[in-house]
C-alpha cells in the first residue's frame, strides 16, 4: 500500500531530548531508530519515523534522583502545593496539549496502526478524560474542606500522595492509558518518572514541551530505553513508591521483583485479560454478530478489552458461525487514514507470524477455519481466522492473543462454562448476549463474582472512563477511573487534635492565616 495523503511522512522525527529535572536534555548516547509496519512505498518496506535515545542505567538513576529530589520526603513544592495550584498546573498543560493533536494523531497512526477516527477519538478522549479529573479532584478537596468530630477529637481528613511513581504505559492505547495513570498520579502530589512504551514512542514527543512548562522541576521526568536497562535498575534502588503499569503480568512481576522492599510498595496495574462472550439460545443474533465482530476486532483485536474467546451455544452454533464469519470477511483492511478501513496493519513485525502459529496449532487439534479470508498473511498483517470448534487443549484457548484471531467454542452446560470462566486466570469482563431474564439473573448473579463488569448485549469496554476499571486475579491490581484512580495514588491521611480551648484556639488560627495548605478549609468553586 503506498502513502499519497496529506498524513505523509515528510520528515523523520528525531527525538534528542528527554525531561529531566524540569529541563529537555540533549541525549548524546545512543539512538534507537522507530519503524512503522505501514509502508511509504508502492514495493513493501517498512517506514523509518525517527529515532529516540536509548538511555541507560547511569542515566534513567540521575532522572531517578530528581524525581526523588522534588518529593523529597515529602517536605517538596509539589507534595505540599495547594490544590488550587496542581490543579492550575493541570488546566495549563492540557491547554498546551490540545493545540498538538494533529501531530499526535498523525504519530499514533503511523507508530501503532490505529484507525484515524480511532486515533482522533484517542486523542480527543484523553482530553476529556483529563478536564473530568480536574473536576473530580475539586469535588474531592470540596468534601474535605472540614472537620470531624468524635469522641471529642476533631479531625481535618484529606488524601495525600504517596511518594515517587513508576510509570509505564502500553502500546496499545500510548496515549489514553497511559494517561489515565499520569495524569491522577501527577494532581495528588506525587513526582513521576514516566517511560512510553516501545511502539507509540514519538507520538509524545509534541507534548514535551507542555510538560516541562507546566509543573515544576522534577516532578515529571520521562525516559526513553528498554524496561531492563532502565525501569529495573530504578526499581533496585527500592525508591519507588508506587508501580503504576498497564501490560501484562510477566513484566509487572518481574519488575517488582527488583524491588527490595515489596510490602512498601504500592501497585496500580491494568494486565491481560481473555473476556468471553457468551451466546445464549435465545440471543439477537444480529446484535450479537455485530457487537462481536466490535468487540473481537476493534483495533485488531489489540485492546485487553477485547472479547478474545465466543461460547456460542450449540443450539445456534451453525446460523451464529456462518453469519459471523460472512461479517469477518467482509471487514476492509488498508492503511489508518483509509475511509471506512476497519483492519489496520499490525505495529509488531512479529505479530502475525506469532497469529499463524496459534492458527496452525487449532489447526493441528482439529479446528476449521470458518471464514475464506482466515489466514491470509501480508508483510504487516494477517486476515482475522474465525476457528471453530476451539477446545482447552489449544494455544488460542489457554493465550491471550492480542490480535487478529477469534476463537469460537461451543457449550451446552452453562455451569460447565461458568467453571471455565471461573477457572481461568483473568477476570476482567464478559459480554452476556440473550433477554431471557429467568437465565439472565442468576448467570449475572455469579458472573459479577468472576468478572469485574458484565456487559448484557454489548462488546467489552473500558469506558465511560467515570466508570471503575479493573480485574480479579491476574487482570489488575487496583481500580482506575476519574474517581477511583485519584484514590489509587494517594492516601487518606489527617489532622486530630483534642477538643479543646488551647486546640481549638491553634487550629482557627491556623485557618485564618492560611499558613497550612493542608489544614484549610477553603472551598474551591
Known amino acids: 500500500m503506498n502513502n499519497t495523503n496529506a498524513f505523509g511522512i515528510t520528515e523523520l522525527l528525531h527525538q534528542e531530548t528527554y525531561l529531566a529535572n524540569g529541563d529537555l536534555k540533549t541525549w548524546e548516547g545512543k539512538k534507537d531508530e522507530v519503524y512503522s509496519t505501514i509502508s511509504s512505498t508502492e514495493n513493501y518496506n517498512k517506514t523509518l519515523l525517527g529515532t529516540v535515545p536509548h538511555m541507560d542505567e547511569s542515566a534513567a538513576l540521575e532522572v531517578l534522583d530528581y524525581a526523588c529530589a522534588a518529593y523529597d520526603k515529602g517536605k517538596g513544592e509539589w507534595p505540599t502545593a495547594k490544590v488550587s495550584y496542581r490543579i492550575k498546573c493541570m488546566e495549563d498543560f492540557v491547554v498546551q496539549m490540545k493545540k498538538e493533536r494533529e501531530?499526535?494523531?498523525?504519530?499514533?497512526?503511523?507508530?501503532?496502526?490505529?484507525?484515524?477516527?480511532?486515533?482522533?477519538?484517542?486523542f480527543d478522549r484523553t482530553v476529556e478524560y483529563i478536564y473530568d479529573t480536574i473536576e473530580d479532584y475539586k469535588q474531592l478537596d470540596r468534601d474535605s474542606a472540614k472537620f470531624s468530630k468524635r469522641d471529642n477529637v476533631n479531625a481535618h481528613i484529606r488524601r495525600g500522595p504517596l511518594g515517587v511513581v513508576l510509570c509505564l504505559g502500553p502500546y496499545n492505547y500510548p496515549l489514553n492509558e497511559t494517561f489515565a495513570l499520569l495524569i491522577p498520579a501527577l494532581i495528588m502530589g506525587n513526582t513521576v518518572v514516566f517511560k512510553p512504551a516501545k511502539h507509540g514512542v514519538l507520538l509524545l514527543s509534541p507534548l514535551l514541551e507542555?510538560?516541562?512548562?507546566?509543573?515544576?522541576?522534577?516532578?515529571?521526568?520521562?525516559?526513553?530505553?528498554?524496561?531492563?536497562?532502565?525501569?529495573?535498575?530504578?526499581?533496585?534502588t527500592g525508591r519507588i513508591d508506587v508501580l503504576a503499569l498497564i501490560g501484562n503480568s510477566k513484566s509487572a512481576i518481574a519488575l517488582q521483583d527488583q524491588h527490595p522492599h515489596k510490602n512498601r510498595l504500592r501497585l496500580v496495574l491494568g494486565l491481560e485479560a481473555k473476556n468471553p462472550a457468551i451466546i445464549l439460545p435465545d440471543a439477537d443474533l444480529d446484535l450479537a454478530i455485530q457487537e462481536c465482530i466490535s468487540g473481537t476486532l476493534s483495533f485488531n483485536g489489540q485492546r485487553c478489552t477485547a472479547l478474545k474467546i465466543i461460547h456460542v451455544h450449540e443450539d445456534i452454533r451453525e446460523e451464529f458461525n456462518s453469519r459471523f464469519a460472512k461479517k469477518v470477511d467482509e471487514l476492509k483492511f488498508g492503511n489508518p487514514w483509509e475511509e471506512k478501513v476497519q483492519l489496520t496493519p499490525l505495529p509488531e513485525p512479529e505479530k502475525p507470524t506469532y497469529i499463524?502459529?496459534?492458527?496452525?496449532?487449532?489447526?493441528?487439534?482439529?479446528?476449521?477455519?470458518l471464514n475464506e479470508k482466515g489466514g491470509e498473511i501480508s508483510e504487516n498483517y494477517i486476515y482475522p481466522a474465525v476457528l471453530y470448534p476451539v477446545t482447552t487443549e489449544m494455544r488460542v484457548y489457554q493465550e491471550e492473543q492480542f490480535g487478529p484471531v477469534i476463537p469460537v467454542k461451543p457449550f451446552n452446560s452453562i455451569e460447565n462454562l461458568l467453571d471455565?470462566?471461573?477457572?481461568?486466570?483473568?477476570?476482567q469482563q464478559v459480554s452476556l448476549f440473550g433477554k431471557d431474564i429467568e437465565q439472565l439473573a442468576p448467570l449475572i448473579d455469579t458472573l459479577v463474582n468472576l468478572v469485574c463488569r458484565v456487559n448484557l448485549n454489548s462488546s467489552c469496554q473500558r469506558g465511560p472512563d467515570v466508570f471503575p476499571f479493573t480485574g480479579r486475579k491476574d487482570s489488575a491490581v487496583g481500580t482506575l477511573s476519574v474517581h477511583d484512580a485519584l484514590r489509587s495514588f494517594s492516601i487518606r491521611t489527617f489532622v486530630a487534635s483534642k477538643d479543646n480551648p488551647y486546640n481549638n484556639a491553634i487550629l482557627q488560627e491556623l485557618l485564618s492565616s492560611d499558613k497550612s495548605h493542608f489544614v484549610s478549609t477553603d472551598y474551591i468553586l
Open 210 to 236: 507542555a510538560f516541562r512548562s507546566s509543573f515544576p522541576r522534577g516532578v515529571v521526568n520521562i525516559i526513553y530505553g528498554r524496561g531492563r536497562e532502565v525501569a529495573a535498575p530504578i526499581m533496585a
Open 356 to 369: 499463524q502459529e496459534l492458527i496452525d496449532d487449532a489447526r493441528e487439534k482439529g479446528a476449521k477455519i
Open 103 to 122: 501531530k499526535v494523531v498523525k504519530y499514533l497512526m503511523w507508530e501503532i496502526g490505529k484507525s484515524l477516527p480511532d486515533s482522533q477519538k484517542e
Open 420 to 427: 471455565e470462566i471461573a477457572d481461568s486466570n483473568y477476570g
